[in-house]
């Protein structure tokens, strides 16, 4: 069982806005950065965000991180068809000792 | 450029030994740890541990302390995940990264390929 919580899936048409939510704890996203990870199908996964907000060089503005207490969201604008893919949160749980992940949450553009 | 270049799939039988290369480029070394990730078929990532390139300090996932062994030869630039004993749930997809940041602040910045390890009887 995954420490972070992701939904499963989310779903929009293209041009729309999706957002993903990643719920954790005092522990973990409470007080350590969260980073972002997208997997398209049949590829590594691939960092679309740090230090919850910082989007890495070559990394679109329609990708955005935000973080509110214990939770983080991911941030889509302008969905595409090449966005399907599986995204996944991390982050340092402290009581842990340890790195944990969302479960992942698979995006379709309807 | 940054290349995590891992090595070809394997199949192998429950109880076989396994060790799994990833030859790591285009950055200053002893900056950043080298990871494991493993990936199960269908589920999400879960980083198994990290190696510092500089002194090949370790430090393991609880989840993985004593199933793995990580190791590296600085000279030819090559991380290594090693199994003694392989199970039929070792069967996943595992991919090397590197570490950008430490402790609080991490984040998993270039990820290889990945090598699809196969332990079936």
């Known amino acids: 069982q995954p420490v972070l919580t992701q939904p499963p899936s989310v779903s929009a048409v293209p041009g729309q806005k999706v957002t993903i939510s990643c719920s954790g704890s005092s522990s973990n996203i409470g007080n350590n950065y969260v980073s972002w990870y997208q997997q398209l199908p049949g590829t590594a996964p691939k960092l679309l965000i740090y230090?919850?907000?910082k989007r890495p060089s070559g990394i679109p503005d329609r990708f955005s991180g935000s973080k509110s207490g214990t939770s983080a969201t991911l941030g889509i604008t302008g969905l595409q068809t090449g966005d399907e893919a599986d995204y996944y949160c991390?982050?340092?749980?402290?009581?842990?000792?340890?790195?944990?992940f969302g479960g992942g949450t698979k995006v379709t553009v309807l | 450029e940054v290349q995590l270049v891992q090595s070809g799939a394997e199949v192998k039988k429950p109880g076989e030994s396994l060790r799994i290369s990833c030859k790591y480029s285009g950055y200053m070394f002893p900056s950043y740890w080298i990871g494991w990730v493993r990936q199960m078929p269908g589920r999400g990532l879960e980083l198994m541990g990290i190696i510092h390139p500089g002194d090949s300090q370790t430090r393991y996932s609880p989840s993985f302390q004593g199933q793995v062994t990580m190791s590296l030869d600085q000279s030819i630039t090559t991380a290594y995940l090693q199994w003694s004993s392989l199970k039929a749930s070792d069967t996943a997809r595992y991919y090397c990264?590197?570490?950008?940041?430490?402790?609080?602040?991490?984040?998993?910045?270039?990820w290889g390929q990945g090598t699809l390890v196969t332990v079936s009887s």
């Open positions: 230090d919850d907000n």
């Open positions: 990264v590197r570490q950008y940041g430490y402790g609080g602040n991490f984040c998993l910045d270039y």
């Open positions: 991390g982050t340092l749980d402290s009581s842990l000792s340890d790195a944990v």
